[in-house]
């Protein structure tokens, strides 16, 4: 009888996991998740190819919870991170992630940051000999199977070069698939904006800069951009971000926004005719 169950058991979970992987496996969508991280940025994208790309990490280690629920469970290795700039509200979970993924490749700029966590990340990258690319030398990355992510900023270095803001220093992505697209401009500023105004920034989705700041959106780069809906990532914070006066521009163009203080996580799926539904 113990044997029997023993049996019985052993059964019962080879098809559990049979059953979860079926409902994790890969399918042939684009997908772009805004995982909820509290008051910073963490974006997970997955090509039709099943090339995985994860833009910043936000604050803490809660990236790690979006990631287990949008990646198969016996999935451990990410394609390509981005770092948009090395603020601790961008790069803290970052460091928790390549300590638990193989990560392909990483894509920051070379503005540089004092802070221990930056300096604590920089060690990882070498203790685990991942690759690393400039983001000015980058113009354009191929995530397979017709999905391209565009560099539109930085186009300089910031090698030796002193930082006002780093905010400002932001590496900016355009992703496009099948007609629908995402523009990523991490924390750049109105100040900013102004110099990407030449590229084609016209996108699907807004990833709204800086949490929503009073700085957050220069009016010519939101015409230029005329996005269908604006994603804000945001948690609880003290600098009353989204400010008022973000949200007005937006809804002054007849934007739909989205939170993820409000909304959680919010994911972005586009089939292969370029039709999309929100998850």
């Not at 699907?204 to 009016?219: C, E, I, M």
């Not at 919010?266 to 539904?277: A, C, L, M, N």
Request: hydrophobic share 40%; with cysteine; aromatic share 8%.
């Amino acid at each position: 009888m113990k044997n029997k169950r023993l049996i019985l058991g052993f059964l019962f979970l080879i098809a559990v996991l049979v059953w979860t992987a079926f409902f994790t496996w890969p399918d042939k969508n684009f997908k772009v998740t805004f995982c909820d991280v509290g008051q910073g940025d963490a974006i997970f994208v997955t090509s039709p190819s099943g090339f995985q790309m994860l833009v910043d990490g936000g604050p803490s280690n809660k990236v790690l919870e979006c990631l287990s629920r949008e990646m198969p469970f016996w999935d451990r290795n990410i394609d390509l991170i981005v770092l948009s700039h090395p603020h601790s509200d961008h790069l803290t979970g970052l460091i928790d992630v390549i300590k638990r993924y193989d990560v392909g490749q990483i894509l920051s700029t070379d503005a540089v940051h004092t802070s221990p966590e930056y300096l604590e990340w920089l060690k990882l990258i070498q203790e685990k000999k991942i690759t690393l690319e400039v983001a000015y030398q980058v113009s354009q990355i191929d995530l397979g199977a017709g999905t391209k992510a565009d560099v539109l900023f930085p186009r300089v270095s910031y090698k030796d070069k002193k930082i006002e803001d780093l905010n400002n220093t932001s590496v900016v992505l355009r992703l496009e698939y099948a007609g629908v697209s995402f523009l990523l401009p991490g924390d750049l500023e109105e100040k900013e904006q102004k110099q990407i105004l030449n590229s084609y920034l016209n996108s699907t989705f807004l990833k709204v800069p800086h949490h929503g700041s009073k700085d957050a959106l220069d009016q010519k780069f939101l015409d230029s951009v005329a996005p269908k809906m604006a994603i804000i990532s945001v948690g609880k914070n003290s600098f009353g971000h989204p400010t008022q006066e973000t949200i007005q521009k937006l809804k002054n163009k007849g934007v739909e926004i989205k939170r993820t203080d409000q909304d959680g996580t919010i994911k972005v799926v586009v089939d292969t005719d370029g039709k999309y539904r929100i998850e």
